[in-house]
């Protein structure tokens, strides 16, 4: 059974960083991307970043205009685990983020577009 289960949430202050953690099972991990998205109330799903694979030729990173340059995404291969580490975070970053298996091994739409399984999400709330 695939799992993946986001966490590392909470609140902070604008200006402030978090570490969000992906711990992911019941798929061979090094031949999927994994990928970031987020959830604000009222608002549609948005694409966060992602990474691909283990087996894939570049292992690259990819991040959403809204976060690039403060949030950095990488692996753990062998733990099975994915981190986001978001710095300088700002009031529009509240949000419930997901982590999830994406369909391929490489990286498309920041996330979302290639998002087949998810888990329960992890609440971020950036205080001003």
């Known amino acids: 059974e695939v799992q993946l289960q986001a966490s590392g949430g909470g609140l902070v202050q604008a200006g402030g960083s978090l570490r969000l953690s992906c711990a992911a099972s019941?798929?061979?991990?090094?031949?999927?991307?994994i990928g970031w998205f987020r959830q604000a109330p009222g608002k549609e799903r948005e694409g966060v970043s992602c990474?691909?694979?283990?087996?894939?030729?570049?292992?690259?990173?990819h991040y959403a205009d809204s976060v690039k340059g403060r949030f950095t995404i990488s692996s753990d291969n062998g733990r099975n685990m994915v981190y986001l580490q978001m710095n300088r975070l700002k009031p529009e970053d509240t949000a419930v983020y997901y982590c999830?298996?994406?369909?391929?091994?490489?990286?498309?739409?920041?996330?979302?577009?290639?998002?087949?399984?998810w888990g329960r999400g992890t609440q971020v709330t950036v205080s001003s």
């Open positions: 019941g798929f061979t991990f090094d031949d999927y991307a």
């Open positions: 990474i691909s694979s283990a087996s894939s030729a570049d292992g690259s990173a």
């Open positions: 999830a298996k994406q369909k391929y091994y490489y990286c498309s739409g920041y996330g979302l577009q290639l998002a087949d399984f």
